[in-house]
């Protein structure tokens, strides 16, 4: 099978080594076997092949105008930069390459925030599609025709794929292993990575830290206030009352800096400070709830398990300090 990964300017270089590493475990387990190798490894790029790491020479290296013949299956890896738009702008003559992969038949695949050159490609227009959970959002805003499931590990519509962010990945990778060399294959090679194979969920590794609003100083200003009051603000009215603007309009140009409502502001940024606790602090449930902000424990525990998809119990368990 021809694997071809896309060599994007601006790419996260673990997302590419992982891509390499998996694939080749996978046909050195099959050649040990007796069988031959399934996956043949090829890079994809718009540079100098001299511009490579040293370790990734060994692979057949072809410029887009070479790729004329259709892949089997075509990564995207994910991407390093912050400044997505430009890295997009960066990665266009990728685009065509992609859309004339996925009418000739290729299975396409995206790592993590690749799905963004997915998106600018309009591959995912009216699918299922998910990336690094700190870059939901942004994507979400950047792509509203897209089906974002920001909480799924990987999505899969027809023969295109998404993943979540970082080991994620590996998940993605694990499920095309199963359907190409079979169940044993992927368990082999899950066990061999140290791979749990019962993740569904990627909520829980969100870190929300916005930065502060440049364009629009109102925005900035009724950030600054939920950043310094929100475990004393029992609605956001209170933190919109001093500002000199309608809330309709408030929330109008909030959304638009942010991406996100001001509610939705000042309960992601209550609940970022409970799990923080949960991490850090041997604080009980009910006290961390009340440092964050809330004084229903019912609606504490909705709440923090709609975010994270864990209780908070279960969250501490996870991520909690504890001496071994």
Known sequence: MNLSILLTRGHRLLSLAAIVDVFETVNGFLEDDGELARFDIQLV????????????RKYRYLRIPDMIYKNDILFVPAFRA??????????????????????????????????FLLGAAGLLNGRAATTHIDASEAFAQQFPEVSLQPHAVLTQSENIYTSGGATSSFHMK????????????????????????????????EHFKPALSKEDELVRSVQTIINARFSE???????????????RNIIRRFKHATGMTPIRYLQKTKIES???????TDKD???VMVSSGYSDLKNFRQLFKSFTGLSPRHYREKYGMRLV
Request: proline fraction near 5%; charged fraction near 25%; glycine fraction near 4%.
């Open 82 to 115: 912050r400044d997505m738009q430009q890295t997009i702008q960066d990665n266009i003559p990728f685009i065509p390459l992609l859309t004339d992969q996925y009418k000739k038949g290729a299975t396409i695949v995206s790592l993590c925030t690749g799905a």
């Open 45 to 56: 790029g718009l540079d100098d092949p001299a511009e490579l790491p040293e370790n990734f």
């Open 285 to 287: 449930i009910l006290e």
């Open 174 to 205: 694990l499920l095309l292993i199963q359907q190409y060399c079979g169940r044993e294959m992927a368990v082999r090679i899950a066990k061999n990575f140290a791979i749990d194979m019962d993740r569904n969920n990627q909520l829980y590794f």
């Open 233 to 247: 603000l029992r609605s956001v009215e209170e933190a919109l009352e001093k500002i000199p603007s309608s809330r």
């Open 274 to 280: 409970a799990k923080k606790l949960l991490e850090t």
